[in-house]
Nanobody, 124 residues
C-alpha cells in the first residue's frame, strides 16, 4: 500500500528525489516519514511530515541537505536529497502512521505501515 520509487546509483554530490505513493492505502494517515537502513546498521529516521503537510521535521544529521514534502492531489510523499554522500547509501523506506502516534515522532514503533524500500547507492 506504500510504494517507494526513485532510488538508483548516483555520484557523490548529486541530487535525487524519492517518491512514496500512498494512493493504494485503505487507512487514514496522520503522519508519514522516511527511514533508511544502511548495510549492517539499524534502520534510522530521516524525515517526517504531517499528513496535512503543515509540519516537517528531520534527523539532526540531515543538516538541510534533504527536504520532505507531499502532494495531496497525488497522495504522494517525496524526499529531495541534495549533496549526496557515500554514507547516504542505504535502503530508503516510506512509513505511515494510521493512528496518530507518529505525529512528530522519529521512532520506528510509531509507524505501522511500511513500503518495501528503494535502494540509493552513492559512489565516491
Amino acid at each position: 500500500q506504500l510504494v517507494e520509487s526513485g532510488g538508483k546509483l548516483v555520484q557523490a554530490g548529486d541530487s535525487l528525489i524519492l517518491s512514496c505513493d500512498a494512493s493504494g492505502r485503505t487507512f487514514r494517515i496522520y503522519a508519514m516519514a522516511w527511514f533508511r537502513q544502511a548495510p549492517g546498521k539499524e534502520r534510522e529516521f530521516v524525515a517526517g511530515i504531517t499528513w496535512t503537510g503543515d509540519s516537517t521535521y528531520y534527523a539532526d544529521w540531515v543538516k538541510g541537505r534533504f527536504t520532505i514534502s507531499r502532494d495531496n492531489a497525488k497522495d504522494t510523499m517525496y524526499l529531495q536529497m541534495n549533496s549526496l554522500k557515500p554514507e547516504d547509501t542505504a535502503l530508503y523506506y516510506c512509513a505511515a502512521d494510521p493512528y496518530g502516534y507518529g505525529l512528530g515522532s522519529k521512532a520506528r514503533k510509531d509507524f505501522s505501515s511500511w513500503g518495501q524500500g528503494t535502494r540509493v547507492t552513492v559512489s565516491s
